[in-house]
Every structure is written in C-alpha cells, then in structure tokens.
C-alpha cells in the first residue's frame, strides 16, 4: 500500500489548464483569443501577469479579446492601481520617457493591453458573492465564474482514489494548519479556542508560529482583525510545523487512517465571498468526513456541486452564522461534542459519516462532476465572449490611436538606448507604438 502521497503544486503545469481555457474561447469565438495568466503560479504581482501565448503576432495583438485568469487566489481589486497598470511592469526611466513624448497608454487594474480593439476584457475568477467582481464589472471586465479549484483539485488529487486506507484511529481530528497571513489570520484564534476547551490533546495539527509569507512572529505581527490575536503560546500546546501554504495540495495517507474527521481551515472566513479552493477537496477526496471552516454558506456551495455533509450526523448550522467569531465558536463547540461521544455513539455515527464520505469520493471522480464543472466553465465564457462582441464599440481604440497619430513620437521611436533593447518589454512596446501610430494613420 502507498502510504505516502506528496503533490508539490507549483510542479504542476498549470499552464496546460489555461491552453484548455484558450481552446474553449477559441471554440466559442471561432477566431483567436490572448490569454493572460500570473506566473509563476500563485503569484500575484502585475508584474506576473503576462500571456500564456508566446510571439503573439500584432493583428493578434490587437484583435483578439483578451481573457484575464484571476482563478486561484481571492480577487483583491484594491491591490492593483486604477491607472497606469501597464507602465508599472516598466522601468522608472522608461516610464518617463513615455510621459515626455506624451504618449498615455489607456489601462486599468488588471487590464495591462492597451492596444486591444475592444472595449472590455474578461475576467475569470473563482469566487461568488463579491463585492469585487461589482468593481471589475464596472471598470471595463466582463467577469466569467468558474469553480478552478476543482478542476485543479482533480489532477492535484488523482492518484487519492485508488489508495485503500487501513483505519488506526489515534486522534479524533485532522487540522492542517500552516500559514496564517493576510485571510488566514483566523486560524491562530482558532488553536486557541480548541486549547480552552482542552481540545488540542484530540486534534492532530500544529502551528507556525513564525508565518512562512512574512518571515514573522504571531506576537510581533500586526493583524488585520485584531480579534484574531491569540493571547496564548500557541506553540506550548501543539508541534511547531514549518510547512508553507502551498502545502495544502500534499496529504499523508497516514493522517487520515489514524483519524476520523477532518476539519478543514479554507482560505477565506472572515469573509462574505465563497471561494473553496483544494482544501476542501481534499478530505472528500480521500474519503474523509470533515467539518468544513470557511465563510459562511459554504457547506451549502459545496451540495450545490452534488456533494453531500453531514448535517443529519452532526450539528452544520455553524455554516449559516455570519458573525464570524461566533461561527468560530460555533465549530469549536461541535468539536467539542464530537470529542465527548461514548464508544458505541462514535461507531454509529462515524459508520454513517463515511457512507457519506464514500459517496463525495465517488462523485469527486466521477464524469458526472467533471462534465458539470467544465460544462459550467464553458458556458459562462461562450456567454462573455458573446456579450464582448455585441457591446463593443473600439471607441477607446479610435481615440487613442488619433492621439498617437498626432503626436511627435519619431526621436522615441527611433532612439537606442539601453532602455529599450531587443528582447524587452521596453523594445516591444516601442514596436506596438510604431504600429499603433501607422493604424492611427487610418482613421485621421
């Protein structure tokens, strides 16, 4: 038997998911599209976010509709300026030069193509429920939802439906618990509640008490919530792991057979949008009863996806309270009575939860799930590309392209500088701005 199973998800060619991407707009444009990604993967610097597609030719460049992937993290619309996005993947010096000759590429956010006829792009995002899909809708995004994670969960996860577990239960449950920035911050609070309810002596976890992002100390962190702050050593009570976050798409066999439930610390809570990543796939998976921490209606999200939870089994109403400190409370308090069940109690409910367990495994890898979540995905991107066509107007095009043609570009142009050698970003755009200005010639 495999015991050990280790996905490392930054060795997984992501790129071939957004090549599937592409060859769905292709199919429902029947022409080419520019496919813009972060890369490396999890990334989330402007900087990143470059085309999947290499040696783009310029009527491409400039005709094609452009797809932006926003899939695997939560969408921060606050994190990128509303201006000038393009010019901060540029050098200060080139910059400058691009102001002195007056030349003001129109870009915003995440929209870094200011070449592109069209008048919006798209967004495809993973998330529901966000107040940030309504900014990007209103600065020139067409927005395409779809469930990424899952897609990625079934590759990252493959090789978990044919491993057979031999139960040995030394722990009631299973916490990975790794990093701890930015949305996460939740997860210290946490620890601590399970300590106050003498807890942590049933919970196989650990805890970082130097947070691998930051390279800080919980103490010395300064929290977004503030009510997040653990008042206790953490690390007192429980191992201390140096695991990073990205570790959340590797798993042990062995956790799982040597505990019953798996409580699972999702990326967002402290939150209204829904947005499951991996980690809630993961137990379901492998086969694995869970209780599920993330916002609030997430337990719904995931039925809404044809899995079943476990509220006949157990108390689930924690997943429709919106405070989120009391939701916390709410988990740990069910916790609470999981870990004070009498033997034969545990056995009659734990057979039930893993027919149930059983069941999510088999629809996680079934063709079922996989045509409902591509066949998903599909319909919403034919729907944007519709709706990109229908309601352009190149209006921003026309005027920009007038601007250039008016404007004395030639010493720019044609200067050599170390600025703009072969080869850079700084080189291409000056050849994008050359074209721009012989299209503009058309519309004088």
Same mark, same amino acid.
């Given at each position: 038997?495999?015991?050990?199973?280790?996905?490392?998800?930054?060795?997984?060619?992501?790129?071939?998911?957004?090549?599937?991407?592409?060859?769905?707009?292709?199919?429902?444009?029947?022409?080419?599209?520019?496919?813009?990604?972060?890369?490396?993967?999890?990334?989330?610097?402007?900087?990143?976010?470059?085309?999947?597609?290499?040696?783009?030719?310029?009527?491409?460049?400039?005709?094609?509709?452009?797809?932006?992937?926003?899939?695997?993290?939560?969408?921060?619309?606050?994190?990128?300026?509303?201006?000038?996005?393009?010019?901060?993947?540029?050098?200060?010096?080139?910059?400058?030069?691009?102001?002195?000759?007056?030349?003001?590429?129109?870009?915003?956010?995440?929209?870094?193509?200011?070449?592109?006829?069209?008048?919006?792009?798209?967004?495809?995002?993973?998330?529901?429920?966000?107040?940030?899909?309504?900014?990007?809708?209103?600065?020139?995004?067409?927005?395409?939802?779809?469930?990424?994670?899952?897609?990625?969960?079934?590759?990252?996860?493959?090789?978990?439906?044919?491993?057979?577990?031999?139960?040995?239960?030394?722990?009631?449950?299973?916490?990975?618990?790794?990093?701890?920035?930015?949305?996460? $911050?939740? %997860? &210290?609070?946490?620890?601590?509640? =399970?300590? @106050?309810?003498?807890?942590?002596?049933?919970?196989? #976890?650990?805890? /970082?008490?130097?947070?691998?992002?930051?390279?800080?100390?919980?103490?010395?962190?300064?929290?977004?919530?503030?009510?997040?702050?653990?008042?206790?050593?953490?690390?007192?009570?429980?191992?201390?792991?140096?695991?990073?976050?990205?570790?959340?798409?590797?798993?042990?066999?062995?956790?799982?057979e040597a505990t019953d439930i798996e409580v699972v610390l999702e990326t967002l809570f402290d939150d209204s949008r829904l947005h499951l990543t991996e980690k809630s796939l993961r137990p379901i998976a492998c086969g694995q009863p869970f209780i599920l921490v993330g916002t609030h209606g997430s337990l719904e999200y995931l039925r809404?996806?044809?899995?079943?939870?476990?509220?006949?089994?157990?108390?689930?109403?924690?997943?429709?309270?919106?405070?989120? $400190?009391? %939701? &916390?409370?709410?988990?740990?308090? =069910?916790? @609470?009575?999981?870990?004070?069940?009498?033997?034969? #109690?545990?056995? /009659?409910?734990?057979?039930?939860?893993?027919?149930?367990?059983?069941?999510?495994?088999?629809?996680?890898?079934?063709?079922?799930?996989?045509?409902?979540?591509?066949?998903?995905?599909?319909?919403?991107?034919?729907?944007?590309?519709?709706?990109?066509?229908?309601?352009?107007?190149?209006?921003?095009?026309?005027?920009?392209?007038?601007?250039?043609?008016?404007?004395?570009?030639?010493?720019?142009?044609?200067?050599?500088?170390?600025?703009?050698?072969?080869?850079?970003?700084?080189?291409?755009?000056?050849?994008?701005?050359?074209?721009?200005?012989?299209?503009?010639?058309?519309?004088?």
């Amino acid at each position: 038997m495999v015991a050990f199973i280790l996905i490392h998800p930054m060795s997984i060619p992501l790129d071939r998911l957004y090549h599937y991407i592409e060859q769905l707009a292709q199919e429902a444009h029947t022409d080419d599209v520019i496919i813009y990604r972060f890369f490396p993967h999890g990334s989330k610097k402007i900087q990143d976010l470059n085309p999947i597609q290499t040696d783009i030719l310029w009527e491409t460049f400039t005709t094609a509709p452009t797809i932006h992937c926003h899939d695997q993290e939560p969408l921060n619309y606050d994190l990128y300026p509303t201006e000038d996005t393009m010019t901060s993947k540029f050098s200060p010096e080139f910059n400058q030069q691009l102001k002195v000759y007056n030349i003001q590429p129109s870009t915003s956010n995440l929209r870094i193509n200011p070449f592109n006829i069209y008048d919006k792009c798209i967004l495809i995002h993973s998330e529901q429920n966000s107040a940030n899909l309504e900014q990007y809708k209103k600065d020139q995004f067409i927005t395409v939802y779809y469930w990424s994670h899952a897609l990625i969960s079934l590759d990252w996860f493959r090789y978990a439906e044919h491993v057979k577990q031999q139960k040995q239960i030394k722990k009631t449950f299973l916490i990975y618990n790794r990093a701890w920035s930015g949305t996460r $911050e939740y %997860r &210290l609070k946490f620890l601590e509640f =399970l300590i @106050r309810l003498g807890l942590h002596h049933t919970c196989q #976890t650990s805890v /970082n008490p130097i947070e691998p992002e930051l390279g800080i100390h919980y103490e010395l962190h300064k929290f977004k919530n503030p009510a997040w702050r653990p008042q206790t050593v953490l690390e007192k009570f429980f191992p201390i792991s140096d695991a990073h976050s990205h570790y959340s798409a590797d798993f042990d066999i062995e956790d799982y057979e040597a505990t019953d439930i798996e409580v699972v610390l999702e990326t967002l809570f402290d939150d209204s949008r829904l947005h499951l990543t991996e980690k809630s796939l993961r137990p379901i998976a492998c086969g694995q009863p869970f209780i599920l921490v993330g916002t609030h209606g997430s337990l719904e999200y995931l039925r809404s996806y044809g899995f079943k939870t476990f509220g006949d089994i157990w108390d689930e109403h924690y997943d429709l309270v919106e405070n989120p $400190e009391e %939701r &916390l409370i709410r988990i740990a308090d =069910l916790m @609470r009575q999981i870990a004070n069940w009498d033997d034969d #109690t545990r056995e /009659n409910k734990m057979s039930q939860a893993r027919i149930i367990a059983e069941y999510n495994q088999q629809h996680f890898f079934s063709k079922e799930f996989f045509n409902l979540i591509t066949n998903e995905l599909q319909i919403n991107l034919a729907s944007a590309l519709t709706e990109l066509e229908t309601t352009n107007t190149s209006q921003r095009w026309f005027d920009w392209r007038k601007q250039l043609a008016k404007t004395t570009l030639k010493k720019f142009i044609t200067e050599e500088s170390p600025l703009s050698k072969v080869g850079t970003s700084e080189y291409r755009t000056k050849q994008h701005i050359v074209r721009a200005i012989q299209t503009a010639k058309k519309y004088q």
